[in-house]
């Protein structure tokens, strides 16, 4: 059985996977724009086939997804490290995260897929 | 009412491996868990073995998971958690038989941060004088009963057991923010070791268990501001 955790465990496990995601793109991008050098043709061809094609859209959502989440729960870690607060204020600022998440997110992912249909 | 008892069971004398045992029980809802398993142990099956010495949450024997959450079964009513009640040993220690499990390592972390008054002042005539601002400094640390709720509720003590958990931290704190009490530096070596404040990632798993409802995480945190800002 999970350990049913709070809140606190939840924005932790969704930190943790976000910037296991975040790490694994960021290899992936010094692995590509190493290409650039050794090979630009092949450069041109991923750019094309992968990163520039619709199938690879959602991946990109994704990714500002995983950025996003990772960087506003971030600032609420550095709030409750750096200053005193009762450990119940950890949930409402959970909740601001959630709320800018969404407030940031819904355009910039309809700017994001806005191609796709146009 | 009836309630369903599903409990994980392990005797290494017996099976090699832990598996689950359902019972069922006649409870009041206003009974807890520990009744039910006292019951259990006096009725139904006396192999069943768990600790508990107060039953009255303030002895720490009885911390074990309840559904899922840590919490002590002399506390948990079974109303509050419906006619199924699974009940698992603490994670992250060594089970020894069924709902017992090893704290050795538990109590030499409690032992490491030195959990006692220290001072080096001349002593006074009468006694060491506090006031009552002083006293509320720590007031909340003091209600810890080292039931290890918080420790094996802890994600980055799951993942590292050398981890000096926050039920060594919160028992440091109420030392090290003692006005009395002059080791801190010596605590606060302990504490910013690799495995001391540093490895809590403020997940607050500890302060939904605590059956003391002590504000586990942000003790960890004003030490770790304490820390942070001593040598600036």
């Known amino acids: ?118 | 009412m009836k309630v369903h008892f599903r409990i994980r069971r392990y005797d290494p004398e017996k099976a090699p491996k832990p598996y689950w045992q359902d019972f069922e029980v006649e409870v009041e809802p206003t009974d807890r868990v520990l009744d039910g398993l006292h019951y259990i142990k006096w009725y139904q099956d006396g192999t069943l073995t768990f600790r508990r010495s107060c039953g009255h949450g303030i002895c720490g024997s009885d911390a074990m998971v309840i559904n899922g959450r840590n919490r002590l079964a002399c506390k948990a009513l079974v109303k509050e958690l419906g006619s199924r009640i699974v009940v698992e040993p603490l994670r992250g220690f060594r089970v020894i038989k069924d709902l017992v499990v090893d704290m050795e390592g538990f109590f030499a972390k409690y032992r490491a941060v030195k959990p006692y008054l220290i001072t080096r002042s001349p002593e006074p005539e009468k006694e060491w004088i506090q006031s009552p601002e002083d006293r509320a400094r720590f007031d909340d640390t003091t209600k810890c009963i080292l039931c290890a709720a918080c420790t094996t509720a802890c994600p980055s003590f799951w993942a590292n057991r050398d981890f000096i958990g926050p039920a060594a931290i919160v028992q440091a704190h109420r030392f090290i923010f003692d006005s009395r009490d002059e080791g801190a530096e010596e605590r606060l070596a302990v504490l910013h070791s690799r495995d001391g404040v540093w490895r809590c990632r403020t997940v607050f798993n500890c302060v939904e268990a605590c059956p003391r409802g002590i504000d586990v995480t942000r003790a960890i945190e004003e030490v770790k501001r304490l820390l942070l800002t001593r040598k600036l």
């Open chain 1, 1 to 118: 059985m999970i350990y049913r955790g709070g809140i606190g465990q939840w924005a932790y496990v969704l930190h943790r996977l976000t910037g296991v995601g975040i790490l694994l793109f960021l290899l992936m991008h010094i692995v590509d724009t190493f290409i650039v050098r050794i090979h630009p043709e092949t450069y041109t061809r991923l750019i094309r086939d992968v990163y520039a094609a619709p199938w690879f859209k959602p991946f990109e959502v994704a990714l500002a997804a995983a950025v996003l989440y990772h960087a506003l729960n971030g600032i609420r870690i550095v709030l409750i490290d750096f200053f005193d607060m009762p450990s119940v204020y950890h949930k409402r600022l959970f909740g601001a995260v959630l709320f800018l998440f969404v407030l940031l997110f819904l355009p910039g992912a309809y700017f994001l897929l806005r191609p796709l249909f146009s």
